[in-house]
């Protein structure tokens, strides 16, 4: 169960990441075929914003790359549950203020993996 934990953990992290780069270094360009409901005038004039909100993406990538990193299971297992529980948070708000897409997309692979690793966490000495 760890592994399949580790993998979705990994998948988080790699999204996010995904997130950073699309928010801050292609937001004007690829940004465009993948927010398709936005109007396309506004991603010159929202680009530092967007920015802004890739460069909080990369923080919580590096938090899940950090507990990847981590040997020791217990210390492993609460640094992934703390940013997992960030990303389904940022989900669910994602998902009630902008689209419910947000919540399938980022909320429902890192909810998976919370649940994971409370199941890990339950059954440490």
């Given at each position: 169960m760890i592994l399949i934990a580790k993998i979705i953990l990994g998948l988080v992290a790699f999204l996010h990441l995904y997130f950073l780069w699309l928010e801050m270094f292609a937001w004007t360009t690829k940004a465009k075929k993948v927010f398709r409901s936005f109007p396309k005038d506004l991603f010159e004039p929202t680009k530092a914003m967007a920015a802004n909100q890739g460069?909080?993406?990369?923080?919580?990538?590096?938090?899940?790359?950090?507990?990847?990193?981590?040997?020791?299971?217990?210390?492993?297992?609460?640094?992934?549950?703390?940013?997992?529980?960030?990303?389904?948070?940022?989900?669910?708000?994602?998902?009630?203020?902008?689209?419910?897409?947000i919540m399938v997309v980022q909320g429902v692979p890192a909810l998976v993996g919370l649940v994971l690793w409370i199941l890990i966490k339950t059954n440490l000495p």
């Open positions: 460069l909080y993406n990369g923080f919580l990538a590096a938090g899940l790359i950090w507990a990847l990193c981590i040997t020791d299971t217990y210390w492993q297992c609460n640094v992934a549950l703390f940013f997992l529980a960030c990303v389904v948070i940022a989900g669910i708000y994602g998902g009630l203020s902008v689209s419910k897409k």
